[in-house]
């Protein structure tokens, strides 16, 4: 096989797995079409226990980090502000809408290790476990920037239901 001929078959195979990741994704989004993130404002009452930046990772199904949900606005990674209050947690997403996990929503939180494209060190990923609308309980992963997953871990942990922190991996 010539030279060029080589390169063609590389730039034919590249362009097909780029069209069927595409598929894939599209499927994804329908799949996932009717799942919402809880979008929303924090309550003016509400008393702020601890800022935090991070990185958001992903949203998956409970108790199975390596599948991802298309959720609107939790579909992609993106640099995190996470503001952790009495009420609950708000997570702004770069270039996104307010997310805020009211205290009912949230099921419970640990530290995690592996989420879908991505694997850290021991215990590196604050994973926050809430309610869809439908009470489907889904996972949202946090990699905390400034601070230790422990730290983020047990500041939700201190304003969620009385559920002890523990760690996934």
Do not use: C, N
């Not at 069927?20 to 989004?29: F, H, K, N, S």
């Not at 009717?34 to 979008?39: D, K, M, S, Y």
């Not at 809408?97 to 604050?126: C, M, S």
Request: glycine letters at 8%; proline letters at 4%.
């Amino acid at each position: 096989m010539t030279w060029e001929g080589a390169v063609a078959v590389m730039i034919g195979t590249a362009a097909l797995i780029v069209v069927l990741a595409g598929i894939a994704w599209w499927r994804r989004t329908r799949r996932d079409a009717g799942l919402r993130a809880p979008v929303g404002e924090l309550p003016d009452t509400a008393v702020i226990v601890g800022r935090f930046t991070a990185l958001y990772v992903a949203t998956t199904v409970h108790d199975q980090p390596l599948e991802r949900l298309a959720i609107g606005g939790l579909g992609f990674r993106s640099r995190a502000d996470v503001t952790v209050t009495d009420a609950g947690v708000a997570v702004d997403l770069t270039g996104k809408p307010r997310i805020f996990f009211p205290v009912a929503r949230i099921t419970d939180v640990a530290q995690a290790t592996v989420a879908i494209d991505r694997v850290v060190e021991k215990d590196g990923l604050v994973r926050l476990s809430w309610r869809l609308d439908d009470d489907t309980i889904v996972d949202s992963y946090l990699r905390p920037q400034d601070v230790s997953s422990r730290v983020l871990a047990d500041a939700i942990a201190g304003i969620s239901h009385p559920t002890q922190t523990g760690s996934d991996t």
